[in-house]
């Protein structure tokens, strides 16, 4: 089937740094590909769509400035939580639907912890 | 805007039992539903899509129903298994917006422990 991946699986920063967060699609293309946001013992969020060759579009109260998205690619999406904080320790999952007549599938990724000391 | 709500948010059973886990959402205008298992620290597996013009989904023993005109689904697990503790995500994807790639709205998941 189709698989996800996304690097790193697991990061730790210090507070005011800036992290990268990678979602790849490695084995079909994904114009589209979504970016969520899960703290503990929470559901999903949905932060963002990325398209591919376009801005990004930001659900309400997540600031675009701060979470940076770039998908450059058919099979990369980036996330860039710029000058990080605490608050913003969360596990971060991407999204991808693959390109074609079947639309209905999104496979997502293994997910990124992002702990911020 | 849509809101799912997962029932029970937590459910604890021994090995061997038949269990139903509840699904709501808001707006019955849905393409489709989708529930997802997710293990402790990772990400999600999916595992029963059903679209808006269907009534329920089969695979081993998951079968699951949807009823959108009232806005209910529901998972049932046949003779559960320790190895079906996880939380399990129930997931909508609207119709509205006309694109192909709908973006899916979570609820806040049932957290299963199967008991030997």
């Known amino acids: 089937g189709a698989v996800v991946s996304q690097h790193p699986s697991r990061v730790i920063c210090k507070s005011g740094t800036s992290v990268k967060i990678e979602c790849r699609s490695l084995?079909?293309?994904?114009?589209?590909m979504f970016w969520y946001r899960q703290f503990p013992k929470q559901s999903l969020m949905l932060m963002a769509t990325?398209?591919?060759?376009?801005?990004?579009?930001?659900e309400q109260g997540v600031e675009k400035d701060k979470f940076l998205i770039n998908h450059a690619s058919l099979t990369l999406s980036t996330l860039t939580v710029t000058s990080a904080h605490p608050e913003d320790s969360s596990f971060y999952i991407c999204?991808?639907?693959?390109?074609?007549?079947?639309?209905?599938?999104?496979?997502f990724g293994p997910g990124t912890r992002l702990t911020v000391l | 805007k849509q809101e799912v709500t997962q029932i029970p948010a937590a459910l604890s059973v021994p090995e061997g039992e038949n269990l139903v886990l509840n699904c709501s959402f808001t707006?019955?205008?849905?393409?489709?539903l989708q529930w997802f298992r997710q293990d402790p620290g990772k990400g999600l597996t999916s595992l029963l899509l059903?679209?808006?013009?269907?009534r329920e989904q089969t695979s081993g023993r998951l079968n699951a129903s949807l009823d959108k005109s009232s806005g209910r689904s529901t998972l049932y697990i046949a003779a559960s298994q320790p190895g079906d503790s996880a939380t399990y995500l129930c997931?909508?994807?609207?119709?509205?917006?006309?694109?192909?790639?709908?973006?899916?709205?979570f609820g806040q998941g049932t957290i299963l422990t199967v008991h030997p």
């Open positions: 999204s991808a639907p693959p390109r074609g007549p079947s639309t209905d599938t999104q496979y």
């Open positions: 084995d079909f293309q994904a114009t589209t």
């Open positions: 990325s398209n591919e060759g376009s801005k990004a579009t930001y």
């Open positions: 707006d019955s205008a849905i393409y489709n």
């Open positions: 059903i679209q808006s013009s269907q």
């Open positions: 997931a909508v994807r609207d119709s509205a917006g006309g694109t192909s790639y709908g973006k899916l709205t």
